[in-house]
């Protein structure tokens, strides 16, 4: 009865350690692809290609990320682990939505944001907090 248990705690401990893991890479790739765009000087713009270089590598990287969590955030374990992967979200977000204010000088709708986020699967877990900022 108890190993039943134990293997089930096991499985939530190694799941909520991958997300956190993953929810701290996509902070940190979301940091750099804003430090990457605060270098941006014309608005209503596209990008220099060098900094689109940049910030297209970071944001494949960070899809590569979320598409790994999907399987982990299905069902009710997006709720469960929202606490965990939603800094992740908030950065990656706010990543987001200053490129498109830079190219658009508009703010992102929060349809749009929803279809940043690698086909709106982890905003299910974060949906409230991504869509104050």
Not at 10 to 22: C, L, P, S, Y
Not at 74 to 85: E, G, K, P, T
């Given at each position: 009865?108890?190993?039943?248990?134990?293997?089930?705690?096991?499985?939530h401990?190694?799941?909520?350690?991958?997300?956190?893991?993953?929810?701290?890479?996509?902070?940190?790739?979301?940091?750099?692809?804003?430090?990457?765009?605060?270098?941006?000087?014309?608005?209503?713009?596209?990008?220099?290609?060098?900094?689109?270089?940049?910030?297209?590598?970071?944001?494949?990287?960070?899809?590569?990320?979320?598409?790994?969590?999907?399987?982990?955030?299905?069902?009710?374990?997006?709720?469960?682990?929202?606490?965990?992967?939603?800094?992740?979200?908030?950065?990656?977000v706010?990543?987001?939505?200053?490129?498109?204010?830079?190219?658009?000088?508009?703010?992102?709708p929060?349809?749009?944001?929803?279809?940043?986020?690698?086909?709106?699967?982890?905003?299910?877990?974060?949906?409230?907090?991504?869509?104050?900022?």
């Amino acid at each position: 009865m108890f190993e039943t248990f134990r293997t089930e705690l096991d499985e939530h401990h190694d799941r909520r350690e991958r997300i956190i893991k993953a929810s701290r890479d996509i902070t940190a790739l979301s940091k750099k692809m804003i430090f990457s765009l605060q270098r941006v000087r014309q608005l209503q713009a596209p990008a220099p290609p060098a900094v689109a270089t940049e910030v297209s590598a970071y944001g494949a990287k960070i899809s590569d990320l979320f598409s790994s969590l999907a399987p982990d955030l299905r069902d009710l374990n997006a709720w469960r682990y929202r606490a965990q992967i939603a800094s992740g979200v908030q950065e990656h977000v706010e990543a987001v939505s200053f490129r498109h204010y830079l190219e658009t000088q508009r703010l992102m709708p929060f349809d749009e944001a929803r279809a940043q986020m690698a086909g709106g699967v982890v905003l299910t877990g974060g949906g409230l907090r991504a869509r104050a900022v």
